[in-house]
Nanobody, 121 residues
Framework: QVHLEESGGGLVQTGTSLTLSCTASGESASRSAMAWFRQAPGKEREFVAAVSASGGSQLYSDSVKGRFTISRDANTVYLQLSSLNPEDTALYYC????????????????WGQGTQVTVSS
């Protein structure tokens, strides 16, 4: 059993930065692939970024590559968001999986409740 809890969301202005955190608890948390997804109102859940279990490799969606950075330590995953724009407004979810490098939400079996990021223009 893995429990994930996100934090760090908020209301920010266009062009600013924000750092999200996801704290994982459970026996396998530190040995798992981790990812961030997001879902805007009326849209499907979208892959944002993933980090391997070792922390040695990262994967990004085209829409955030160069602006967002994913990193981790043993039980916490971070997502640094920069150059934010209103299209980044969404509920951001942290997820845990067994497979490194997956963009597909179906590969992730534990999810947090999400943290809201709202970017005003």
């Amino acid at each position: 059993q893995v429990h994930l809890e996100e934090s760090g969301g908020g209301l920010v202005q266009t062009g600013t930065s924000l750092t999200l955190s996801c704290t994982a608890s459970g026996e396998s948390a530190s040995r798992s692939a981790m990812a961030w997804f997001r879902q805007a109102p009326g849209k499907e859940r979208e892959f944002v970024a993933a980090v391997s279990a070792s922390g040695g490799s990262q994967l990004y969606s085209d829409s955030v590559k160069g602006r967002f950075t994913i990193s981790r330590d043993a039980n916490t995953v971070y997502l640094q968001l920069s150059s934010l724009n209103p299209e980044d407004t969404a509920l951001y979810y942290c997820a845990r999986g067994d497979l490194d490098g997956s963009r597909w939400y179906g590969e992730y079996d534990y999810w947090g409740q999400g943290t809201q990021v709202t970017v005003s223009s």
